[in-house]
């Protein structure tokens, strides 16, 4: 069994930028894809971008391209979400994921707890 655990969220006034991590552990880990989405209030769980384990290949959400940019440290099990120019709009639980035989917006068999993010104009 693979466990995730996000940190990084808060509070952050429009404009600013914060980073989430996402931390893998459990058996052996080498997912294909790991992979981060948003659930803003009364919306349904919406992809934001993903990363190949290997190799490092990105995609993303036409809402963040330009400003959110997806990384990973092999080494350390551990993906991140760096995410700049923050808008009100981007306000939402943000849940990390892991793709065990894919990539992409889904299919994703593990996931995180969630970690809250809020931005405010």
């Known amino acids: 069994q693979v466990q995730l655990v996000e940190s990084g969220g808060g509070l952050v006034q429009a404009g600013g930028s914060l980073r989430l991590s996402c931390a893998a552990s459990g058996r052996t880990f080498s997912p294909y894809a790991m992979g981060w989405f948003q659930e803003a209030p009364g919306k349904e769980r919406e992809f934001v971008a993903a990363?190949?384990?290997?190799?490092?290949?990105?995609v993303y959400a036409d809402s963040v391209k330009g400003r959110f940019t997806i990384s990973r440290d092999n080494a350390k099990n551990t993906v991140y979400l760096q995410m700049n120019s923050l808008k009100p709009e981007d306000t939402a639980v943000y849940y990390c994921?892991?793709?065990?035989?894919?990539?992409?917006?889904?299919?994703?068999?593990?996931w995180g707890q969630g970690t809250q993010v809020t931005v405010f104009s």
């Open positions: 994921a892991a793709n065990e035989t894919g990539w992409g917006n889904f299919g994703y068999d593990y």
């Open positions: 990363i190949r384990w290997s190799g490092g290949r990105t």
